[in-house]
Structures are given as C-alpha cells and as structure tokens.
C-alpha cells in the first residue's frame, strides 16, 4: 500500500474492523458475501494482500494466487449454487470498478446471457 492511499474496507474487513458475511478464509483468501447483491448469489473473493489494485497486476505478479481465487471460486460455486458460475473481475473506475483492492466477483443462480452488461 503507498503511503498516500486510505486502508481498502477490504483490508478493513481482513483485519476485522468492520463485519461482513464470511464464507471462506485462507492464510491469502478471504470470501464473502457481497453487501448490494447483483445475483441470487453473490460471493466476492478476495486476496487479503492490498498489494494489487486489480486482476491485471495481480496476473503479472502472483499468477498462483490468481490461480488460487479461481479454485476458491469454484469451491464457492459448488457449495452454495450449482457449480455454475459467473466470475468477474472489474477493472477501472469506467466499467464499476468502486474498490481498488483487487477482488472477483462470484455470481451464481439465475443467471441468463442476456443480462451480462447493459440490461
Ligand atoms: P467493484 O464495483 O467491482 O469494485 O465491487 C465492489 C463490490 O463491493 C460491490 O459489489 C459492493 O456492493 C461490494 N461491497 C462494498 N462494501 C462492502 C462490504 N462492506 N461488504 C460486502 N461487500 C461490499
């Protein structure tokens, strides 16, 4: 983190200094509930690191623990929807991005092609 950015509320959430719905917790990963869900589930994984503002940085340097977000996401899937599942990854302010704290969002249920994007 530099010295000029404010903690992330998902560093804040990491080090328990607000609440949040927890599902998933590993020495790198923590796993919630998102608190305004887009999706009959909606689970957000997160690296607990704030060194990576985003899914490109983090790609280029630590593509294990990218690795290690997808497996989580498929681990989520399984146990709280079908198996199915939607990851998204916004990256800049333009496309939603609101938290620069890198983190993906895990959609499941309900989900049709049409709703991805506009509409
Ligand atoms: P993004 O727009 O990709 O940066 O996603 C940030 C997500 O974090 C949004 O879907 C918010 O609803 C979610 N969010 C913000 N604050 C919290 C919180 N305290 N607990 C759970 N989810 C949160």
Do not use: C, W
């Not at 992330?8 to 869900?37: H, N, T």
């Not at 997160?46 to 503002?53: E, F, L, M, S």
């Not at 490109?56 to 630590?62: F, G, I, P, R, V």
């Not at 497996?71 to 302010?93: D, I, K, P, W």
């Amino acid at each position: 983190m530099s010295e000029t950015s404010q903690k992330s509320i998902f560093s804040m959430i990491v080090d328990r200094e607000i609440p949040a719905d927890i599902v998933f917790e590993s020495d790198r990963i923590i796993a919630f509930r998102d608190i305004a869900p887009k999706a009959p589930v909606h689970l957000l994984v997160v690296p607990k690191t704030a060194d990576y503002r985003n899914v490109t940085e983090l790609a280029a340097a630590d593509p294990a623990l990218l690795a290690e977000v997808v497996a989580t996401a498929q681990q989520l899937a399984n146990e709280h929807t079908s198996g199915e599942y939607r990851l998204v990854f916004n990256t800049g302010e333009s496309v939603g991005q609101t938290v620069f704290h890198v983190h993906a969002h895990v959609m499941g249920g309900g989900l049709t092609e049409g709703s991805l994007g506009l509409g």
